[in-house]
């Protein structure tokens, strides 16, 4: 490993090296832990959770693209209390970041899972305002600033002393402004982006290829989308940005942290090699090393516009 200080840090909790695992790519560790010790990474952002179980979607939900994945998996999930009682603890094994995702339907049900995952102990709240609010007719939370600050309001009021990472979504026409909200708001981090919607149909069949007809688009064809969403909230806010979409190596992450992003998340990447996370960490720190920087956190922000 190049001599470079990895450390970085989100909001007062330091990771070990810039690299965290995205929500919904990773489960909550254990069938990756089977290949290495999960704390050779800076931080594990667990699947995304909701207040009761979830079932999820109908199959088929997930299909390949050319340049990535199509999934439309509805948050299945054991729900808050299960994650607390039986994930948790086996996380808390290793020496590594953990970090609840999490989606509600409400604030009320933001609030009351922040205040549970604060009492037992996470590292980090990311809360997903991805989801359809309720009482707004089914508008995603991300969609509009006086939304996204509700739910972030309300998450700040009922995380303690825990960091509450607000994560974007980009099938926004300005997410620099929901971010400027969010931040007013209270969120201590951003991450973004979460996945773009898109569809593919079979012509033969002339169905869509998931059940739900649309879903989430990520993997490689997004990087170039995430790379100018982290460019253009990093110059409108101030907070720290969390960096991910179509990160498979470590010039992808190295091209998120220039734009801004102090930390970058794999997601994608690891379907396809489980140790893609642990490559994309060596491969930065090489990249920094051959740059003669002393520490990975002096990427954050240097680009050069022209």
């Given at each position: 490993?190049?001599?470079?200080?990895?450390?970085?840090?989100?909001?007062?909790?330091?990771?070990?090296?810039?690299?965290v695992?995205?929500s919904?790519?990773?489960g909550?560790?254990r069938?990756?832990?089977?290949?290495?010790?999960?704390?050779?990474l800076?931080g594990?952002?667990?699947?995304?959770?909701?207040?009761?179980?979830?079932e999820?979607?109908p199959?088929?939900r997930?299909?390949?693209?050319?340049?990535?994945?199509?999934?439309?998996?509805?948050?299945?999930?054991?729900?808050?209390?299960?994650?607390?009682?039986?994930?948790?603890?086996?996380?808390?094994?290793?020496d590594?970041?953990?970090?609840?995702?999490?989606?509600?339907?409400?604030?009320?049900e933001?609030?009351?899972?922040?205040?549970?995952?604060?009492?037992?102990?996470?590292d980090?709240?990311?809360?997903?305002?991805?989801?359809?609010?309720?009482?707004?007719?089914?508008?995603?939370?991300?969609?509009?600033?006086?939304l996204?600050?509700?739910?972030?309001?309300?998450?700040?009021?009922?995380?303690?002393?825990?960091?509450?990472?607000?994560?974007?979504?980009?099938?926004?026409?300005?997410?620099?402004?929901?971010?400027?909200?969010?931040?007013?708001?209270?969120?201590?981090?951003?991450s973004?982006?979460?996945?773009?919607?898109?569809?593919r149909?079979?012509?033969?069949?002339?169905?869509?290829?998931?059940?739900?007809?649309?879903?989430?688009l990520?993997?490689?064809a997004?990087l170039?989308?995430?790379?100018?969403?982290?460019?253009?909230?990093?110059?409108?806010?101030?907070?720290?940005i969390?960096g991910?979409?179509?990160?498979?190596?470590?010039?992808?992450?190295?091209?998120?942290?220039?734009?801004?992003?102090?930390?970058?998340?794999?997601g994608?990447?690891?379907?396809?090699?489980?140790?893609?996370?642990?490559?994309?960490r060596?491969?930065?720190?090489?990249l920094?090393?051959?740059?003669?920087?002393?520490?990975?956190?002096?990427?954050?922000?240097?680009?050069?516009?022209?």
């Amino acid at each position: 490993m190049p001599d470079v200080n990895l450390a970085v840090n989100l909001a007062g909790v330091t990771l070990k090296n810039p690299i965290v695992v995205a929500s919904g790519t990773f489960g909550f560790g254990r069938e990756y832990s089977r290949f290495y010790d999960l704390g050779e990474l800076g931080g594990i952002c667990a699947k995304g959770l909701t207040l009761h179980p979830r079932e999820g979607n109908p199959a088929p939900r997930i299909a390949e693209t050319p340049m990535g994945i199509l999934n439309s998996v509805g948050l299945q999930n054991p729900g808050v209390d299960a994650f607390i009682r039986e994930e948790l603890p086996f996380l808390r094994q290793f020496d590594v970041k953990v970090i609840a995702n999490i989606s509600g339907n409400t604030p009320e049900e933001y609030g009351v899972m922040c205040e549970m995952l604060a009492d037992a102990g996470v590292d980090l709240i990311e809360v997903n305002i991805s989801c359809p609010n309720v009482k707004a007719g089914g508008l995603a939370y991300g969609t509009r600033p006086e939304l996204a600050a509700e739910v972030t309001e309300t998450a700040k009021a009922h995380a303690g002393n825990v960091p509450v990472m607000v994560k974007l979504s980009p099938n926004v026409t300005d997410i620099a402004q929901i971010a400027k909200a969010a931040e007013a708001a209270g969120a201590d981090v951003l991450s973004l982006i979460n996945t773009l919607r898109g569809m593919r149909i079979d012509t033969k069949t002339r169905r869509p290829v998931l059940k739900m007809n649309t879903g989430g688009l990520s993997g490689p064809a997004v990087l170039p989308v995430a790379v100018r969403m982290v460019w253009e909230v990093a110059q409108a806010v101030r907070v720290p940005i969390l960096g991910m979409g179509g990160v498979s190596k470590g010039e992808d992450a190295a091209q998120l942290m220039l734009a801004g992003a102090s930390a970058v998340a794999v997601g994608t990447a690891c379907f396809a090699d489980p140790f893609a996370p642990l490559k994309v960490r060596d491969e930065l720190a090489a990249l920094a090393a051959e740059q003669k920087l002393s520490a990975i956190s002096q990427l954050t922000g240097e680009v050069k516009p022209w």
